[in-house]
T-cell receptor, first 115, second 112 residues
Framework: GAGVSQTPSNKVTEKGKYVELRCDPISGHTALYWYRQSLGQGPEFLIYFQGTGAADDSGLPNDRFFAVRPEGSVSTLKIQRTERGDSAVYLC?????????????FGNGTRLTVT | AQRVTQPEKLLSVFKGAPVELKCNYSYSGSPELFWYVQYSRQRLQLLLRHISRESIKGFTADLNKGETSFHLKKPFAQEEDSAMYYCALSNAGGTSYGKLTFGQGTILTVHP
């Protein structure tokens, strides 16, 4: 089947605007993760869902960032009042479960540019 | 706090030469270590993990708890190995297995 799908692939927005980034995980995967990758850095963990609930949101940088997964499948990462420092590639990954031996499958990412 | 360090941002070798990508970590619990790879215009994908003790595409990595290292090695590099490589760490005993801490990555270039 298809892998993890992220849309849009690129998003350019003005400072102060609101954006939504979408992730469609592999069918049947219960765990879903969001990472952020700034230029020249490795991916940094933001939040992960087990089913519909956010099991760990310790990586969200501030309260402008929020994510949902209402039906336990598709997830949306929402960023309010965007700042230039939010510019990065946002990666989504899913896995069959969140426990051991369940490797992550990454999407291609959404490149967000805040002007 | 957990940390993964990849000291080399860039590594260049010639085809057929041995290659070693270094990774050191700091973690107080029971870690699980991985190597992820991203080829040009492709998505990030798992290369290998220390619990599997397997060789993927000729690459191996041994977890050295005494030196807190997990270096990636291949005896004879190929041009198709050129890619970005990330070392990553997870809490093996936790329930958030996919909550990874990544290093900054090493760009490997294999010259013909």
């Amino acid at each position: 089947g298809a892998g993890v799908s992220q849309t849009p692939s690129n998003k350019v927005t003005e400072k102060g605007k609101y954006v939504e980034l979408r992730c469609d995980p592999i069918s049947g995967h219960t765990a879903l993760y969001w990472y952020r990758q700034s230029l020249g850095q490795g991916p940094e963990f933001l939040i992960y869902f087990q089913g519909t609930g956010a099991a760990d949101d310790s990586g969200l940088p501030n309260d402008r960032f929020f994510a949902v997964r209402p039906e336990g499948s598709v997830s949306t990462l929402k960023i309010q009042r965007t700042e230039r420092g939010d510019s990065a590639v946002y990666l989504c990954a899913s896995s069959l479960t969140a426990v051991r031996h369940s490797p992550l499958h990454f999407g291609n990412g959404t490149r967000l540019t805040v002007t | 706090a957990q940390r993964v360090t990849q000291p080399e941002k860039l590594l260049s070798v010639f085809k057929g030469a041995p290659v070693e990508l270094k990774c050191n970590y700091s973690y107080s619990g029971s870690p699980e270590l991985f190597w992820y790879v991203q080829y040009s215009r492709q998505r990030l994908q798992l290369l290998l993990r220390h619990i599997s003790r397997e060789s993927i595409k000729g690459f191996t990595a041994d977890l050295n708890k005494g030196e807190t290292s997990f270096h990636l090695k291949k005896p004879f590099a190929q041009e198709e190995d050129s890619a970005m490589y990330y070392c990553a760490l997870s809490n093996a005993g936790g329930t958030s297995y996919g909550k990874l801490t990544f290093g900054q990555g090493t760009i490997l270039t294999v010259h013909p």
